[in-house]
């Protein structure tokens, strides 16, 4: 069973899921958002982050590893795809006026 948190709503943020819609269910996060600010991750929501991070760099570099005329943080552009990359890795999609960046 989570904790409480306390008025403040310090540590709020390490007993209450991060995502979509979590605000709805926490007052506190719900206020916290308005304002713009967050709450003080966990040491456990950092070390996930940091482990995520890591996981990810490293599936990333094997699978450049074994594409060697990949293409890494590049704009995924009409140039960029006649190209012709056998793939794209933190590529950013554009077109005439927009643009889509993967979240890391």
């Keep these: 069973m989570p904790k409480k948190a306390s ?11 991060r ?8 007052k506190t996060k719900a206020r916290l958002k308005l304002a713009g600010e967050a709450g003080t991750p966990s040491d456990y929501e950092a ?13 990333l570099a ?8 990949a293409s890494r943080s ?3 552009n009409a140039e960029t795809l006649k190209e012709g990359k056998p ?11 927009m643009s ?3 979240m890391p």
């Design 47 to 59: 070390m996930s982050v940091e482990a995520r991070r890591a996981s990810r760099e490293a599936v």
């Design 74 to 76: 590049v704009p995924a």
């Design 19 to 26: 995502g979509p819609g979590s605000h709805l269910n926490c």
């Design 87 to 97: 793939l794209l890795v933190d590529a950013t999609f554009e077109d005439d006026g």
């Design 62 to 69: 094997k699978l450049v590893a074994r594409f060697p005329d």
């Design 100 to 102: 889509i960046a993967s």
């Design 7 to 17: 008025a403040e709503g310090r540590g709020h943020e390490q007993d209450h899921q």
